[in-house]
């Protein structure tokens, strides 16, 4: 069976990677979102397992301690990281695995994990991103140049992911992730496996 | 506007590597096939710049001296190569083009060109793959052997290739090196080119 792999998409705050993660999800496309795991109280509605798995702050820091995650990070007083033990386990399982994440967490993933393929989100151009994060209105002018800022300091970080997809038309960049997540499925990874294979026949 | 990409496709005698490229040329995806030089004469109904580049054997040393092939070989006392011009030029006009080619020649042409993307077809099995190549009715028993041991001996080559697709069905294997040639565009080849369109416009 062949095994799944680890797709993580990152790409600036108001790129709308949220949004092609979850029609991905929506496809036939067989794939499951990572779920994080945080210290911070569920809110109304959040359920355990599937919007997060709430830990106390001891056993985050026990599962730092020992090596179990793909990545953490501490914001406003509370842990938020990726176990890796579901990861592997899907991934054993022979399915795809998406985590949606931001630069800093993609970089520690590259550290802790081989093989995970690394898709950034592009906007069509920071005029559009601005429309797009002012389209939401909760944004003072101040705030807007603040996330445009953060946004330019995350793209310069495009040339340690594989891929990069314009995010100008949502369906079609859609369509362009499955399309990469698809053809990963052909990489040689291990070629001896695939070599031992024919050469198992012949003997 | 985005460069073209060299694929080749390489795949041990038998596997349908041609047929597969023909289906290729024939849907929809924009790429050319490349056309060889050879030393050799024209055969009945072959045609200059479509089948070969028909040259002498002072042109084609000529040219090997200048450099001015991807790869190369001497068969049966003729000369067969890839110049490199034509290809140069169909990719700087964004031209995908397909480079069908045996693992000698595309270890060459590893070693002359950079971001090609190395695709290898492989038989389901090598049971299928002798029964294809009896098939055609134009082997005797000694020159299958052969022809199977040489197999083999191409199929180690795999861990020199990005990808590999196993032609099991015609229509999948086609569409699946299509896929895989149409995510590549998305690979991220020159992050500092990118990254500049965003800083230029934030200037």
């Given at each position: 069976?062949?095994?799944?792999?680890?797709f993580?998409?990152s790409?600036?705050?108001g790129?709308?990677?949220?949004?092609?993660?979850?029609?991905?999800?929506?496809t036939?496309?067989?794939?499951e979102l990572?779920?994080?795991?945080?210290?911070?109280?569920p809110?109304?509605?959040?359920?355990?397992?599937?919007?997060?798995?709430?830990?106390?702050n001891?056993?985050f820091?026990?599962?730092?301690?020992?090596?179990?995650?793909?990545e953490?990070?501490?914001v406003?007083?509370?842990?938020?990281?990726?176990?890796?033990?579901?990861?592997?386990?899907?991934?054993?399982?022979?399915?795809?695995?998406?985590?949606?994440i931001?630069?800093?967490?993609?970089?520690?993933?590259?550290?802790s994990?081989?093989?995970?393929?690394y898709?950034?989100?592009?906007?069509?151009?920071?005029?559009?991103?601005r429309?797009?994060?002012?389209?939401?209105g909760t944004?003072?002018?101040?705030?807007?140049?603040?996330?445009?800022?953060?946004?330019?300091e995350e793209?310069?970080?495009?040339?340690?992911?594989?891929?990069?997809?314009?995010?100008?038309?949502?369906?079609?960049?859609?369509?362009?992730?499955?399309?990469?997540m698809?053809?990963?499925?052909?990489?040689?990874?291990?070629?001896?496996?695939?070599?031992?294979?024919?050469?198992?026949e012949?003997?």
């Open positions: 069976m062949n095994k799944g792999r680890l993580v998409i790409g600036p705050s790129v709308g990677k949220g949004t092609i993660v979850k029609k991905i999800l929506e036939e496309h067989p794939v990572s779920v994080s795991a945080t210290t911070r109280a809110r109304e509605g959040e359920e355990e397992g599937r919007d997060y798995f709430f830990v106390t001891e056993e820091e026990e599962r730092i301690a020992n090596k179990g995650f793909l953490y990070a501490h406003h007083e509370h842990y938020y990281g990726t176990p890796k033990v579901p990861v592997e386990k899907a991934l054993s399982e022979g399915k795809d695995i998406i985590l949606e931001d630069v800093q967490g993609a970089m520690q993933v590259k550290e994990f081989d093989n995970g393929v898709i950034f989100i592009l906007p069509p151009s920071i005029d559009v991103l429309d797009r994060i002012m389209g939401r944004e003072t002018e101040h705030s807007l140049e603040v996330r445009l800022g953060k946004a330019l793209i310069r970080y495009t040339g340690k992911y594989d891929y990069s997809v314009v995010n100008d038309d949502l369906e079609k960049a859609t369509e362009d992730v499955i399309g990469i698809r053809a990963e499925h052909f990489r040689i990874l291990d070629a001896e496996e695939i070599i031992g294979k024919y050469e198992e012949t003997k």
